[in-house]
């Protein structure tokens, strides 16, 4: 479907930076949109899009297994963007010659710029740092190309067309990644200088679109919501309340394994708010069912049947709802379109999955469209509390899978105390916006210590803290080692039934952020 806004349309030939790109466009203001390399010609079309952006991809355009595109595009009347593999596919199909380089080139290189017009517009000619990935290179140019810049080991490190009106331009390396210096600018002169898109997707303009398109699909129907204390329900949730007001109903299922005093400060907010919702208490049954399982993957599938059966039951309550609202972002939207297909299940981690098939509920995804980033600009938009729209992820099974081992009320109290004394002090010395995601694990072990004269035989908590873009790759973060020494003090003094602290020095892969 065409937005309001220009787009920028991008062809997705399996590149690990496909949404870097989207995303980098988007911070120019412009709205991109990922397409699957097999997407049709009228597919493509339907976007009415500015400009095309070929991305990067592992195949070689000289080998016959590479993907189906639709080759028609290339003589559609908008600006092309090639980048590396997209570069080759059209020097290919436009007439020139791809072939393997003698040295593959990973990593930096040193780019020289040789036309500072268009792509290159503002640039200094360098050389400045570019990085590359690319195992073929161009061996000779389609008529009518001219090579814009070049590297030691790439003669034509970019290109674009002298003659079709200026509409190919391609580029060796990859403009989207930090690594690459005026990488932004690169990209900004294509889609504002090059394609003239205009700078119009704010999360302003996209809020108002929204939710005139949400009254429109709910008409007068009841809507229920699921909350979990995250972001990305309660910014759903919000936009929905916007457009429809006391049609939603929120649901916050407390199911006795949250942080401290989580119950509390939602109430406060969801009343901020004036939403209509309603807390349910539902700790014993959730503990109950945990029992004294200790598996981490039988935690997350009684917790997601718990949580279906509650939720199930309060919907019922309500009676006649037609609609769910759920926070699904474009990357699981991206994911579950790309002809890599679906990445392994490492983790259950959808505890949701089944109920609206189950309930007969039409979903509302109102946040499909958005990356993480753009939905906390979102939540600032709807004036949610910055503490809210800025705070880390948190589990689904919450501090089931933080309480290592088996799970008790005694266990979940050591850890809620010692996890809000480190996010506490994360907060008073600055370091939690430096960090994505913070927390603390309690260990299913004891250990001997000694307090005042006394032997102690105690638990042990884990403090884990890291940097990352998306969760999928992540490095434990190098928090002071003055701060973490004030953390253990305090853990270890105020929280009863503690006498040791360790901090976790392991990056994902190969671990993963949580324990379990
Ligand atoms: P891992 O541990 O897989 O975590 O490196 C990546 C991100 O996902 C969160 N996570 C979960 N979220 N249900 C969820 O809703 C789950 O079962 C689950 N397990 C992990 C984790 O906190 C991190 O942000």
Not at 358 to 377: N, S, T
Request: proline share 5%.
């Amino acid at each position: 479907m065409a937005s309001c806004h220009d787009t920028i349309v991008i062809l997705d030939f399996g590149s690990q930076y496909t949404q870097l790109i989207a995303r980098r466009i988007r911070e120019c203001r412009v709205h991109s949109i990922i397409l699957p390399a097999s997407a049709t010609l009228q597919q493509i079309r339907e976007h009415c899009p500015k400009g095309i952006i070929l991305s990067g991809g592992p195949a070689s355009v000289t080998s016959i297994e590479r993907p189906k595109w639709a080759k028609a595009v290339l003589q559609e009347d908008v600006p092309i963007l090639g980048i590396c593999y997209g570069m080759q596919l059209v020097a290919h199909y436009m007439g020139g010659k791809v072939g393997q380089a003698k040295r593959r080139e990973f990593g930096r290189a040193e780019l020289q710029v040789l036309d500072s017009s268009d792509l290159f517009k503002g640039l200094d000619k360098g050389p400045f740092s570019v990085w590359m990935s690319h195992g073929d290179r161009i061996e000779k140019l389609p008529q009518g190309f001219t090579p814009i810049a070049r590297t030691e080991n790439s003669p034509v490190a970019a290109m674009k067309s002298a003659n079709h009106a200026h509409r190919f331009f391609c580029l060796q390396f990859h403009p989207e990644v930090a690594h690459t210096v005026h990488g932004k600018q690169i990209l900004k002169n294509f889609v504002h200088g090059i394609c003239g898109a205009k700078s119009t997707w704010t999360m302003g303009s996209f809020l108002n679109n929204s939710i005139d398109a949400i009254r429109e699909q709910v008409g007068r129907d009841k809507v229920i919501c699921g909350l979990s204390g995250g972001v990305d329900s309660m910014v759903a949730a919000a936009m929905t309340h916007r457009a429809i007001g006391k049609q939603l109903t929120c649901v916050f299922i407390d199911n006795g394994l949250m942080r401290k005093d989580e119950a509390k400060q939602l109430k406060k907010v969801f009343g901020a708010q004036h939403f209509n919702y309603r807390m349910i208490n539902a700790s014993d049954p959730f503990l109950q069912a945990l029992g004294r399982t200790s598996d981490p993957e039988k935690k997350r599938k009684i917790i997601g049947r718990q949580f279906i059966h509650a939720f199930d039951h309060e919907a019922t309550k309500i009676g006649n709802v037609r609609y769910l609202v759920q926070g699904t972002l474009y990357p699981d939207v991206i994911e579950s379109i790309s002809h890599m297909g679906p990445s392994a299940t490492i983790k259950t981690h959808h505890n949701v999955g089944g109920l609206p098939a189950r309930m007969k509920l039409k979903l509302i995804e109102p946040l499909r469209e958005l990356f993480k980033d753009e939905v906390r600009g979102l939540g600032k938009e709807l004036e949610l509390p910055e503490d809210m729209v800025l705070r880390h992820p948190f589990p689904g099974p919450g501090l089931a899978i933080r309480v290592l081992g088996a799970v008790n009320l005694e266990r979940l109290a050591i850890l809620r105390e010692a996890d809000v004394i480190f996010i506490e002090e994360l907060k008073s010395n600055g370091l939690y916006r430096k960090t994505w995601q913070a927390f603390a694990v309690l260990l299913p072990i004891r250990t001997v210590g000694v307090m005042g004269d006394q032997r102690t035989y105690e638990h042990v908590i884990a403090l884990r803290a890291v940097t990352s873009v998306d969760g999928m790759t992540a490095d434990w973060t190098q928090l002071p080692h003055d701060f973490l020494g004030k953390v253990s003090n305090r853990i270890i003094n105020e929280v009863k039934g503690v006498n040791r602290v360790v901090y976790d020095i392991s990056s994902k892969p190969p671990s993963t952020i949580e324990w379990e």
